[in-house]
């Protein structure tokens, strides 16, 4: 579903879509306002005077409740460049080191869940399943493994080779991939059955994101194409140019409609997925299309309210952007370079991982305020089971995933293929059998056994002339209600309508504005 | 500088004890709902799925009877019993529920052909054409106290069904001619006819106490007010009409199953073309019942099979066959318009629930509105192609399925030779008929 600004109702189609576009965003309207006044909890966030500094850490410490301290660590470990992500309900965070350090705790009481070391380089990783059953998808360097909750392996999924990313698509149960050898792959972790698997031609995929909301893959090319893959397609559905240079860095926000791409010239733009065009941001106040980044490095993180946090003085720090702005809300020193940020879900908390080990910080206002359902840090094990089974049976087809643009959904009516069957039947009339092929006579044959095959040869020439001549009067018959002068040349009856439009000199019908009006005939 | 950071308490998200229920959060805004579309139509997939999975119509049978039944009469006021009438003079006495015979009278030395119940009184008649008598039996206490019938009457003519007024006490037999019967006279107080041929049933209107509706041997449908000494109309039907039942909410609208396999209903306000034409059976219909709701129908047919029919709705929305049912000559609605009892040729009385995947016993308030949102989900996305076709489909045997292809064959054959005619000769010579006009030869009145 669109949200159609009031200024777009000029570009609907006809007033019976403004009507429906208006009445959508009016539902909309109500319901963010019943939204709001049943909320629990209000979002966070920093007001400062203006000429302040970003807060530091420790003076954000200060001012906020003892409650928050579980939000601000740092853990130096010593293998290599970690990645870190959080579970959909934001309780459980892990990491994996490419030095082969995997392991998975619950932040807040800091419990450690589990801690190994698997001695090859790991890459990425995903929690996979839902929270009652949590496990950890670990892209190694040559195959993905899957962990449980315990550290145990699960699974080793050999089909996802080299992957450099994995993504989780809560809604379908799919574990998609990107990997080095430019391979995308999508697969069902509760059947265990390949959904897609194919090379996309397009280089290394070393630059990707997951558009949440509709579950496709956005991948950055060197060549400053977006591309947007879907695992029915095995080629990108959608391609635009979002940068002059190659695209470094692309992310989408947990929910809604907006793509950050960071480019090769440092600059970081806003696209609406749903348009494909810019949203402009705000650069020292003024609307921009672009803001400049200076010495970013390529890692980009979004919150559920639009904060957007990326690695500056080229992974040293980080800094954490306003939804659309660029005047830094806050910023922190990292201990080692910068490798991957991660905002927590329902939390007002940002991890990152670094080549030193991994740290979080406290972001006020990153987190939504309230979640629905029992996907939040604190539900309980029996609401996360009986949500895993929800989650099971609404599990949607791998066909729902499809790039807002493109549009489709399973209300949209299906006018492809009614203008296919339109075309199909202007095709058939339009294909008439020739003089020749109806005045045909079969050959004759003589000799041994020519009277048997003489007799079937000439019956079935008689079955295709009586095809002939039903196909003749279906095409008179369809002219003639299509109103068409030629179905009274050709001896076709008119019918009752035909007549009238033919009586009142018109030939062809007024334009309806839609997609029918290609199937008017022209008059010549 | 004023930082609010967004920390929550657990005890607004924790029940308080363990005897309550779960705490689950609320945020209806969009935004965290995406594919809140597909997410709809998978449910209603699902539903159409788990309908399809719990479908399992068949409650029992009845125990074997012996003989062949003509006639199932379900109780008046008590939800539990029913009357079957057998072929060989045999009348039994069944508790629904646990599918047992409470009595059983050789009440006539022929075939059973009329049974009812009186409305008020534990008083049940039958008739038979064999020894031509009507008669009367008293039901106390679930037991017939006597053997022997409370009083008999014997006809002049072969009586071919009966029926009793709703309330007064007049009963209608119908034999060679319709007559009306007061108990408490011996002559008939009314007699209709239209034509020499016999009468096979005739009704009382439950609502318009002066009006009866019958069909004739001779494919006709008469509209008959008793205070008038002639029929008010006849309809004149292509095929035979084996039965016919009244709407019990609707005053205007009866039903009659027909020999063309079809059932008609009729408006009697409007009788020159049938108000819906139900097909779908592929041998002839024997026996009609309304639902107490008037908005279902039943039907039992010469093709082994029961038909379960929306009133107004010309498919049927639900088809139920067994392997051991045969022909099937009676179908009737229970009082509560959840069951169905049928009585078919194999000498079997079955009960079926109308409807199929309905957990029969207490739902809690969680399962009804499960219930209730499947059945919002399948309506919503009642055309969506995939649901569609599972909602719609039933498996038959494989003698029924082709004998429905068989009939769309034929059915198809007969459009195109019109289309073919109307092309041929053009639409003054040959118009287009609808469907609802084709079965009335005429009305006469």
């Known amino acids: 579903t669109m949200d159609v600004a009031a200024e777009d109702s000029d570009q609907m189609p006809s007033g019976f879509h403004a009507k429906a576009a208006a009445k959508a965003a009016r539902l909309r309207r109500e319901a963010a ?31 906020v409740a003892v409650a928050a301290r579980p939000g601000h660590f740092e853990l130096s470990l010593q293998y290599g460049p970690y990645s870190v992500a959080y579970d959909t ?78 993504f989780w698509l809560p809604r379908h149960w799919l574990l998609a991939a990107c990997t080095d050898t430019g391979h995308l792959h999508w697969q069902d972790v509760s059947t265990g059955q390949t959904v897609a698997s194919y090379c996309g031609h397009h280089g290394p995929l070393r630059v990707s994101a997951l558009h949440p909301d509709s579950g496709c893959v956005l991948t950055g090319q060197p060549n400053g194409q977006l591309c947007i893959w879907t695992p029915l397609e095995k080629r990108p559905v959608v391609k635009i140019l979002c940068c002059p240079a190659g695209v470094r860095a692309v992310a989408t926000a947990p929910a809604g409609h907006a793509v950050y791409t960071l480019g090769g010239d440092s600059r970081l733009r806003v696209w609406d997925i749903r348009c494909l065009r810019p949203l402009s941001v705000s650069d020292n106040g003024a609307d921009a299309a672009s803001i400049r980044l200076f010495d970013a490095a390529p890692q980009l993180a979004v919150s559920q309210r639009g904060l957007l946090a990326c690695p500056v003085r080229q992974g040293a720090a980080l800094m954490v952007l306003p939804a659309g702005g660029a005047k830094p809300l806050l910023s922190h020193p990292s201990p080692g370079r910068l490798s991957d940020l991660a905002f927590c879900p329902w939390e007002d908390v940002l991890a990152f991982g670094h080549a030193r080990g991994l740290g979080s910080v406290l972001v006020p206002g990153s987190g939504e305020p309230n979640p629905d359902g029992a996907v939040h840090p604190l539900s309980g094990k029996r609401q996360r089971r009986e949500a895993e089974v929800r989650g099971l049976l609404d599990k949607l087809p791998p066909e729902t995933i499809a790039p807002p643009a493109v549009g489709g959904g399973v209300n949209a009516v299906d006018a492809e293929g009614i203008e296919e069957a339109l075309a199909r039947k202007r095709a058939a009339v339009m294909a008439l059998p020739s003089d020749e092929v109806r005045q045909f006579q079969p050959r004759r044959r003589s000799g041994k056994a020519s009277g048997e095959l003489n007799r079937k040869v000439g019956e079935r020439w008689q079955r295709r002339r009586m095809e002939l001549r039903q196909l003749l009067k279906s095409k008179k018959r369809v002219l003639a209600e299509m109103g068409d002068e030629g179905a009274d040349a050709a001896g076709g009856r008119k019918t009752k309508k035909a007549k009238k439009i033919s009586q009142s000199g018109e030939l062809t019908k007024p334009a309806t504005g839609t997609f029918l009006d290609r199937l008017i005939p022209k008059a010549d | 500088m004023k930082v609010k950071l967004l920390l929550r308490n657990p005890q607004d998200y924790l029940r308080e004890t363990a005897d309550d229920i779960h705490k689950l959060a609320r945020n209806p805004a969009p935004e965290l709902h995406p594919m809140s579309a597909e997410t709809e139509y998978v449910r209603a997939l699902n539903a159409a799925k788990l309908e399809r999975v719990f479908a399992k119509p068949f409650l029992g049978c009845f125990g074997d009877q012996g003989d062949q039944l003509s006639r199932v009469c379900m109780h008046p006021r008590a939800l539990s019993l029913c009357l079957s009438g057998c072929v060989d003079g045999r009348v039994a006495f069944w508790n629904i529920p646990r599918r047992s015979r409470v009595l059983q009278l050789d009440a006539h030395s022929g075939c059973v052909q009329g049974l009812c119940w009186h409305p008020e009184q534990d008083l049940f008649y039958s008739c038979c054409d064999t020894d031509r008598t009507l008669k009367a039996w008293r039901v106390g206490d679930d037991l017939v106290e006597f053997s022997r019938p409370v009083s008999q009457r014997h006809l002049d003519f072969a009586p071919l069904n009966l029926d009793h007024h709703v309330s007064k006490d007049l009963f209608a037999l119908s034999g060679d001619a319709v007559y009306l019967y007061d108990s408490r006279r011996s002559d008939p107080v009314g007699q209709w006819k239209w034509g020499s041929d016999s009468v096979l049933q005739a009704r009382f209107n439950p609502t318009e106490w002066h009006l009866l509706a019958a069909v004739t041997k001779d494919n006709a449908l008469l509209l008959i007010d008793t205070r008038q000494r002639e029929p008010l109309r006849r309809i004149r039907c292509e095929f035979r009409q084996n039965a016919l039942c009244w709407n019990p909410q609707e005053p205007f609208v009866l039903a009659t199953a027909s020999d063309d396999y079809n059932l008609y209903s009729w408006d009697a306000r409007r009788l020159a073309s049938p108000a819906c034409v139900y097909r779908g059976h592929t041998n002839a219909a024997m026996d009609v019942d309304f639902a107490p709701t008037g908005r279902e129908l039943v039907s039992a047919s010469y093709d082994c099979t029961v038909r379960l029919w929306e009133s107004g709705r010309s498919q049927s929305r639900d088809v139920y066959h067994t392997k051991r049912m045969y022909r099937v000559f009676a179908a009737r609605y229970s009082l509560d318009a959840r069951f169905i009892v049928t009585a078919s040729a194999d000498f079997n009385l079955r ?15 969680r399962e009804r509105a499960a219930v209730n949102t499947a059945e919002a989900l399948k309506q919503k996305y009642a055309h969506h192609p995939q649901v569609r076709r599972i909602v719609q489909h039933r498996h038959l045997p494989k003698r029924l399925y082709q004998a429905q292809l068989e009939m769309k064959a034929i059915r198809g054959k007969q459009r195109r030779k019109e289309v073919n005619r109307r092309e041929h000769r053009g639409e003054d010579k040959e118009p287009f008929v609808p469907e609802r006009d084709r079965h009335v030869r005429g009305v006469d009145e």
């Not at chain 1, 979002?43 to 003076?59: C, F, L, N, V, Y």
């Open chain 2, 351 to 365: 009960l079926w629930k109308a409807r199929a995947s309905e957990k029969l016993g207490a739902l809690t308030p």
């Open chain 1, 33 to 63: 306002k019943l939204a709001s006044a049943a909320a629990l909890e209000s979002p966070g966030g920093i007001e400062s005077r203006p000429g302040e500094w970003a807060p530091t850490q420790s003076k954000l410490l200060r001012r």
């Open chain 1, 89 to 166: 309900t934001g309780r459980l965070l892990a990491l994996c080191g490419r030095g082969g350090h995997v392991a998975a705790f619950e932040w807040r009481q800091k419990r450690l869940m589990f801690e190994s070391q698997v001695n090859e380089p790991c890459h990425a990783l995903t929690w996979v399943g839902a929270g009652s059953t949590p496990q950890l998808a670990v892209a190694h360097s040559n195959w993905t493994y899957i962990y449980d909750a315990q550290g145990l392996e699960l699974h080793c999924l050999k089909r996802l080779h080299k992957a450099n990313k994995l």
